[in-house]
């Protein structure tokens, strides 16, 4: 089984943008899908993105349509959700999460972005 580390978020004001990345290890030629899920406080955890490496197809919440893409797994195994005009209720622990073509999963340690000013 894979394992994802992420890096980035943190604070920034509304408005702001910042740039989560997800790097695999370990079975990466398996994974299937790769995705950013997030947890507010107090809130069930949500789906924010995906993309299916085999039909490259994207998915997003609603919420972040026009604000958020998630990038494909480059050379390095890395993925990228670049998050733009941050709102205060995009507050939330983003996870990294990927999914093999035998349906294993890995998740990502989370990291709190914080919207405010």
């Known amino acids: 089984q894979g394992q994802l580390v992420e890096s980035g978020g943190g604070w920034v004001r509304p408005g702001g943008s910042l740039r989560r990345s997800c790097t695999a290890s370990?079975?990466?030629?398996?994974?299937?899908?790769i995705a950013w899920y997030r947890q507010a406080p107090g809130k069930q955890r949500e789906l924010v993105a995906e993309r299916n490496r085999v039909t490259d197809k994207t998915n997003y919440v609603d919420s972040v349509k026009g604000r958020f893409t998630i990038s494909r797994v480059d050379a390095q195994n890395t993925a990228y959700l670049q998050m733009n005009a941050l709102k205060p209720e995009d507050t939330a622990v983003y996870y990294c999460?990927?999914?093999?073509?035998?349906?294993?999963?890995?998740w990502g340690q989370g990291t709190q972005v914080t919207v405010s000013s």
């Open positions: 999460f990927s999914k093999t073509s035998a349906g294993d999963e890995s």
């Open positions: 370990g079975r990466i030629f398996s994974i299937a899908s």
